[in-house]
């Protein structure tokens, strides 16, 4: 009733409603209100009746970010995220100066602020109206990965991987990508997420040595990924239909990197995750689409060789209901095969053929179980 009663009566009330919304954000002891308590709920609620009374409150956010009280910051970055994911509108390209202050949030010192984010993300890629704004966001989430907080860098994984499915399972995946420019913000306050500390596994040494038993060549995950502004002149190499699916692929390595990571659920994760990116591809792309995926399964086999305690969760997990998963049909499976097959280099099709005698070896064995199994229950009818 309320927000029809706002509705009906918009024009009038506007300007004083505006006035005393932006004194109760900027001054909200000298407001004389009560509301100072739930101001950032009453933004959001109004919005959702009468938007348009937002429109000069808006950009006033900016501030609250930056605010040095972190309940104050996490309840304006909670309500940003809100308004710009609202289905329909267009307040992320209005409000560039709030979204780039947003952005910058993934850099919070606290932990809820930064997870808060991070799983916003995706949400944040579908309403950025833009695939720049689209990296931008990705390849904040990306420098995550590394945060010493392993909830923040499980919650990383999820979400890159997440809206690389969303870019490339749609029409955002095959358009031009823009650059990312990432610069310093002229606030610090303080607020910078603490240096990032060791979270790899140091077993670069254990994976050359099982690529070399497969007779494979091992390739390292790449060191110094660029996270930040992209080169004018390795831009320029680009070709403008193909730089989305460049950026995306370096923030997928840097993904692969926590396969090593010193907590096994990060690691768990991350199996996870990057092989339903790869599962994307394989029923949304191309043929050639999936050829510059196919290092993701190839991986999968060194980290069965490499990791005993991630063993365990892609043999029976991740890899248990094939290359695909359970949903594909044995036609797409043989299909995905082939253009893996056709795809890879001499040295990457002995990894895939080590691939497919590990999937070979299960599935005879699961066949033996199963007949073990009918033998012994007609040997207890018999008997």
């Not at 040095?68 to 100066?97: H, I, M, S, W």
């Not at 949304?284 to 050829?291: D, F, N, P, R």
Request: hydrophobic content about 50%; aromatic content about 4%; overall charge neutral.
């Amino acid at each position: 009733m309320a927000q029809a009663v706002l509705r009906s009566c918009e024009a009038s009330v506007k300007p004083q409603l505006q006035k005393f919304l932006t004194t109760l954000i900027l001054s909200p002891i000298s407001s004389n209100s009560d509301l100072h308590q739930h101001c950032y709920t009453l933004l959001y609620q109004l919005y959702q009746a009468v938007p348009q009374v937002l429109l000069p409150v808006i950009p006033h956010m900016t501030s609250e970010m930056l605010a040095e009280d972190a309940g104050k910051r996490a309840e304006a970055t909670q309500l940003v995220c809100q308004l710009f994911t609202v289905p329909g509108n267009r307040l992320v390209c209005e409000y560039v100066d709030v979204f780039d202050e947003l952005l910058h949030r993934f850099k919070d010192a606290e932990v809820g602020i930064r997870l808060h984010l991070v799983e916003f993300a995706p949400m944040l890629v579908a309403a950025a109206g833009s695939s720049e704004r689209q990296e931008k966001v990705v390849r904040e989430v990306a420098v995550r990965l590394q945060d010493y907080d392993d909830k923040v860098r499980i919650a990383a994984v999820k979400a890159v991987c997440q809206c690389a499915r969303q870019l490339l399972a749609g029409p955002a995946g095959a358009a031009s990508g823009g650059t990312a420019a990432t610069a310093c913000h002229p606030h610090q306050l303080g607020l910078l997420a603490p240096p990032v500390v060791a979270t790899l596994l140091d077993s670069q040494q254990e994976d050359e040595a099982a690529a070399a038993e497969l007779g494979v060549m091992y390739s390292p995950p790449e060191a110094g990924l660029d996270f930040g502004v992209v080169g004018a002149a390795a831009a320029a190499g680009v070709a403008a239909g193909t730089r989305d699916v460049a950026w995306l692929q370096d923030m997928l390595k840097a993904v692969c990197m926590r396969l090593r990571d010193t907590k096994l659920s990060v690691r768990k994760q991350t199996a996870d995750s990057l092989m339903a990116v790869f599962r994307t591809v394989a029923a949304a792309g191309t043929g050639q689409q999936l050829a510059k995926y196919c290092w993701l399964p190839a991986r999968m086999l060194l980290c069965c060789k490499t990791d005993v305690e991630l063993r365990a969760h892609l043999v029976e997990g991740v890899l248990k209901d094939g290359l695909l998963g359970p949903q594909a049909s044995p036609a797409q499976a043989a299909a995905a095969w082939v253009q893996l097959w056709l795809a890879a280099n001499p040295m990457d099709r002995e990894t895939l053929l080590m691939l497919l005698a590990m999937r070979a070896r299960l599935q005879v064995g699961a066949a033996s179980a199963s007949d073990r199994r009918a033998s012994y229950a007609r040997s207890m009818m018999a008997a």
